[in-house]
């Protein structure tokens, strides 16, 4: 048996980041890791978010994973610039920007450790993680998910990916059917809990006019109905490509993984109603945060006809709720297929 005793060594002493370590092991972090394309979004939302968050009352922190991002506008609490400098690695390894990329995330996987004791630091505090706009991080780079597995899996960091994608890519058959498959990639590459959100909501209709109700590309039910859409076009590519789109559809369809929210990060309520689905993915409904605040964050009682109606009609130029309704609703349907 062992007894302490004072013949026994003393503990090594314990650093302040040690000693957060160990805090947070006995109480879950909660945060987002904000991903999608260059120019979705991710840093505006941040933003907002980080707003929204702070208005509910929980203490929230945001770390830049960006080493491309020069002008951020939240209280930076981390920041990957600290650990690598995206120009000195292209001017060192000869790199261009996305190679330069690819190995700032690939030494940031060997400094795991950097990000963990930043994450310590920072135990009581709801964390978001902005991210880089390239998708090969997310698609095909095992990085970004060595490094998502390592805090979710090996620490206590109950993390969800928040990922934007433009609204406005609705408005064309070909951008919304790659914009599906780099969505499922991202999710069956990363294996952790994701919510979609198409950003920009309210520029939905900015580029053209979409070619069915809004519900049809949020709730992604059969996306093999654009394929007409892409035939219209009788350009020698799409003909060259319409067996892979067909196949594409298919393999969307098949999964049943992909569905989007929506986003307008200028509207309170919009950003209330995608924390509310985050808060459910990463576990923090039930873990004892806050109740719902009436006025802030409370969208109760809200089916998803409701939700989606209220959106179109906010945001497209004609209403015509008919498809909501369901298939044998009377409302003739402006939105048709060719
Ligand atoms: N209308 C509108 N514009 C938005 C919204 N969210 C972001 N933007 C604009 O979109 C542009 C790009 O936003 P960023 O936040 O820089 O996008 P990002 O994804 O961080 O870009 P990268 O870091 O370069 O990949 C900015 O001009 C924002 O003001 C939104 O909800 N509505
Ligand atoms: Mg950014």
């Not at 947070?24 to 978010?49: H, R």
């Not at 069956?188 to 979409?210: C, F, H, R, T, W």
């Not at 799409?238 to 067909?246: I, M, S, T, V």
């Amino acid at each position: 048996m062992v007894v302490v005793g004072a013949r026994m060594p003393p503990p090594p002493p314990r650093t302040p980041a040690s000693h957060a370590l160990s805090v947070a092991v006995l109480c879950w972090q909660f945060g987002q890791v904000v991903i999608g394309p260059p120019g979705s979004g991710k840093t505006t939302y941040c933003v907002g978010m980080c707003q929204y968050l702070q208005a509910l009352g929980r203490k929230v922190a945001v770390i830049n994973l960006d080493p491309a991002n020069d002008n951020y506008t939240y209280p930076v609490a981390a920041d990957i610039k600290d650990l690598i400098l995206l120009d000195a690695a292209a001017a060192q390894c000869e790199l261009g920007p996305n190679g330069a990329l690819v190995y700032c995330y690939e030494f940031l996987e060997a400094n795991t450790d950097w990000l963990l004791e930043k994450l310590a630091q920072l135990s009581d505090c709801y964390v978001l993680l902005d991210m880089p706009g390239q998708v090969e991080l997310y698609t095909h780079h095992a990085s970004v998910r060595n490094i998502l597995q390592t805090l979710t899996l090996r620490h206590n960091h109950r993390l969800v990916a928040v990922h934007l994608v433009d609204a406005h890519h609705c408005a064309d058959a070909a951008k919304f059917i790659s914009v599906l498959l780099v969505t499922l990639s991202t999710m069956v590459q990363l294996e952790m809990p994701q919510v979609n959100l198409l950003s920009k909501i309210d520029l939905v209709e900015a580029y053209g006019e979409l070619a069915y109700n809004l519900d049809f590309y949020t709730d992604v039910t059969d996306p093999s109905r654009l394929l007409p859409y892409l035939q219209q076009e009788d350009s020698a590519f799409a003909r060259r490509h319409a067996k892979l789109n067909e196949a594409i559809c298919e393999l969307i369809d098949d999964f049943s993984l992909v569905q989007f929210g929506t986003l307008d990060i200028s509207s309170r309520e919009s950003v209330g109603r995608a924390l509310k689905a985050i808060d459910k993915a990463n576990g923090y409904v039930g873990s004892g945060g806050e109740g719902p605040q009436p006025g802030v964050h409370s969208i109760e009682g809200e089916c998803d006809d409701d939700r989606v109606g209220s959106v179109q009609e906010r945001y497209m130029a004609e209403t015509d709720l008919g498809e909501l309704l369901g298939p044998h609703a009377p409302a003739a349907r402006r939105r048709t297929p060719p």
